[in-house]
């Protein structure tokens, strides 16, 4: 059976403080007097330090719910990510640092979609092979990217990039622009550095007009 964790206060440092005292007149265990006093001071300082030690093994040893031990877990975990910017709550930073400890990495496709939709973006993704005599055809997808060099290439598809508008109160004419369209920075900077090292990633970004297409290498 396992031991059970006791958890001990400042009285019950007082406590055993006292009954290894002298006993006699010179010892007397009057509250207010002199000695009592001095033993309620000492056992409040071990009171303190018990409480601050379970709040180490019972709150900030569990990254789910650290406060004060926080930033040295993400020092640890290399956090905050320079490829995230953005100021991020107590809890999006918890979020973050539960999943930098627990992900998996991988190098499929599953992996980078499920790790877009963590930040907020739906991708989707298209790998390239060159053309083929006896797997490809004319016309069709195999090998529809030509060149010995396509097998290094795919294109994460953004669906939805981020659109800034114009807004009164917000922004100035002559400034900002009524429309802005710019690129998941974030998402680009966490897949090129986990990108297998002998890829290159295109980055497209298309509206909701399916017509009008752009792409950045990166």
């Not at 290439?153 to 953004?158: A, R």
């Amino acid at each position: 059976m396992a031991d059970t964790y006791v958890a001990h206060t400042a009285a019950d440092y007082a406590q055993a403080i006292e009954s290894e005292l002298p006993q006699g007149a010179a010892w007397s265990r009057e509250p207010d007097g002199p000695l009592m006093q001095w033993v309620t001071g000492c056992a409040q300082i071990w009171g303190d330090v018990s409480a601050a030690a379970d709040t180490l093994m019972f709150v900030e040893a569990d990254p789910r719910f650290t406060f004060e031990m926080l930033p040295d877990w993400e020092a640890n975990y290399g956090l905050p990510d320079p490829c995230l910017t953005t100021v991020l709550s107590l809890n999006e930073r918890r979020n973050a640092l539960l999943q930098k400890i627990t992900i998996q990495g991988a190098a499929s496709r599953a992996f980078f979609i499920d790790f877009a939709a963590s930040l907020g973006y739906a991708i989707t993704i298209t790998e390239y092979v060159p053309f083929q005599f006896g797997l490809s055809q004319f016309g069709g997808s195999h090998g529809a990217f030509q060149g010995p060099t396509a097998r290094f290439y795919w294109t994460v598809k953004v669906e939805s990039p981020r659109i800034a508008r114009f807004s009164f109160g917000g922004s100035s004419f002559g400034r900002d622009p009524f429309l802005e369209i710019t690129r998941a920075e974030d998402l680009e900077c966490v897949i090129n550095r986990w990108k297998p090292t002998h890829t290159i990633v295109l980055f497209s970004y298309v509206t909701h007009d399916s017509s009008f297409e752009f792409f950045f290498p990166y």
